[in-house]
């Protein structure tokens, strides 16, 4: 039986704290959901089985990732719902949910085989535009955000400042009634298929490195603006570079003031890393890392399998228990710090381990590379594009090795 026939979502392992591994932990800490809480963890999981096209589901199960058309449909079907920009305040067209509700939401999502939404628009710039944007800009950028109409992309590394971001050299000329922007980013995410980019420009070259940043809006039909594709290793077009040639952005798109962008760069910076983590995903990984394992042919080894899923499992049960803490910490208000770093780090970790463990399990079905000669498995056959394209998750959004130097900083001072 193909892994995303009819049923699949029923056949999903429970992840309520009903589930055996965790049992032993609700008699330590209190981590019962409350019976509201699992009324709405029902209610989208309904919402979920009934709403995601077919199409979107079989390519999640095969660890595949969407095309444009398809992510947009996707999302603009939740921006329906109300239920894209699920972090915003509800007075700009979030629906109010605590915390835990969005965790809840979110591994729903994934478990019922829906990709991760864009995070450039609503992840990112979204919560810049309410925070430091001007009412007019708020208006303008917002609705298109929530509704999944807008695309963005992301306009901060250059070929010489991915970590030392500071010493990003793009130009943004402030002339009588717009900003002349020459220069050139790079390893740009889905600029191929962004309306929309926030940039991070040099308004003050003279200024200290930092102080003189600024943060623009840009929109991608500009004439002067030239995006090439970068194809990685897994074969598939995510990444661009992206040229601007005396390219006019209105002097209204500037957010904050000229020489804000080093602030807002990190404000901003701390909502992609606690994304990245990917917790839900994961468990998403794990069911089809299960689901492959029993539905392999006999040429694998399932018992030494399922005991590496085993170490897999809890591996990611100890990342969500500290996904916990900063979920616990914006429920009840409190500020979290350094956590979203050691969840990237441990997050992207984990997501490694687990494609090397598929392709590895795999064997022989994991050089296959789709599914056109597909032998034995078709997710084991997929393995190797997703090990390939995981390799990046150490490097994106902040290597790493920076994410440690934040960490040695924040908790030892040095
Ligand atoms: C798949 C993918 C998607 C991306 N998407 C986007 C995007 O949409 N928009 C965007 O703006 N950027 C994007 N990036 C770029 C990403 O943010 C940078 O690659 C990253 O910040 C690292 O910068 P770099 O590539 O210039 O490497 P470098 O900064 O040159 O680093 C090279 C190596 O040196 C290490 N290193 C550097 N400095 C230190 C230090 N101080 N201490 C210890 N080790 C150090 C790094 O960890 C790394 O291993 C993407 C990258 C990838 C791979």
């Known amino acids: 039986m193909h892994p995303t026939g009819a049923g699949w979502g029923d056949r999903l392992p429970d992840l309520s ?5 965790l049992a032993w932990m609700r008699k330590i800490m209190n981590l019962q959901f409350t019976q509201e ?11 979920m089985r009934k709403n995601i096209p077919e199409e979107i589901s079989r390519i999640s199960a095969l660890g595949e990732m969407p095309e444009k058309s398809q992510q947009q449909r996707w999302e603009k079907r939740l921006g329906k719902q109300g239920w894209l920009a699920v972090t915003w305040p509800e007075q700009y067209g979030g629906p109010g949910w605590t915390a835990t509700q969005r965790y809840l939401f979110d591994l729903e999502r994934a478990m019922a085989g829906a990709p991760p939404v864009s995070p450039f628009g609503v992840a990112m710039v979204g919560p810049v ?22 695309l963005w992309c992301q306009g901060y590394s250059e070929p010489n400042a991915g970590s030392d971001l500071a010493s990003l050299k793009t130009r943004a000329e402030r002339k009588r009634d717009h900003y002349l922007v020459n220069g050139q980013k790079i390893w740009t ?10 940039c991070l420009v040099r308004t003050d070259p003279d200024a200290k490195k930092q102080q003189g940043i600024s943060f623009l809006l840009i929109d991608m039909n500009t004439p002067g603006i030239e995006v090439r594709p970068i194809y990685t290793i897994d074969g598939h077009h995510h990444l661009n570079e992206v040229y601007f040639t005396d390219v006019k952005v209105p002097l209204d798109n500037l957010v904050g003031k000229e020489g804000m962008g080093w602030t807002i760069a990190k404000f901003l910076l701390t909502h992609e890393r606690t994304t990245i983590a990917g917790v839900a995903d994961s468990h998403y990984a794990l069911a089809r890392m299960k689901r492959a394992i029993d539905e392999a042919p006999y040429y694998i080894d399932k018992q ?8 897999l499992e809890v591996e990611l049960t100890a990342l969500e228990y500290t996904n916990f803490r900063t979920v616990a910490a914006t429920d009840e208000g409190r500020p979290f710090g350094p956590e979203s770093s050691g969840l990237k780090i441990k997050g992207t970790e984990l997501q490694q381990k687990m494609s090397q463990a598929m392709v590895e399990m795999g064997g022989l079905m994991s050089l296959v590379w789709d599914s056109s000669s597909a032998v034995g498995n078709e997710s084991f056959n997929h393995s190797p594009r997703r090990y390939n394209f995981l390799r990046a998750c150490t490097i994106y959004g902040g290597s790493n090795e920076i994410q440690k130097n934040v960490l040695a900083k924040m908790l030892l001072g040095l």
């Open 37 to 47: 809480e699992q009324e709405f963890q029902k209610t989208i999981r309904a919402w």
């Open 189 to 198: 995410t889905q600029a191929h298929w962004a309306d929309m980019m926030f």
């Open 304 to 311: 030494q399998a399922r005991r590496r899923v085993a170490e």
């Open 129 to 150: 535009i309410y925070t430091f944007g001007s009412a007019q800009q708020k208006e303008r950028w917002l609705p298109g955000i929530a509704s999944g109409e807008t």
């Open 17 to 21: 704290f009903s589930s055996k591994p």
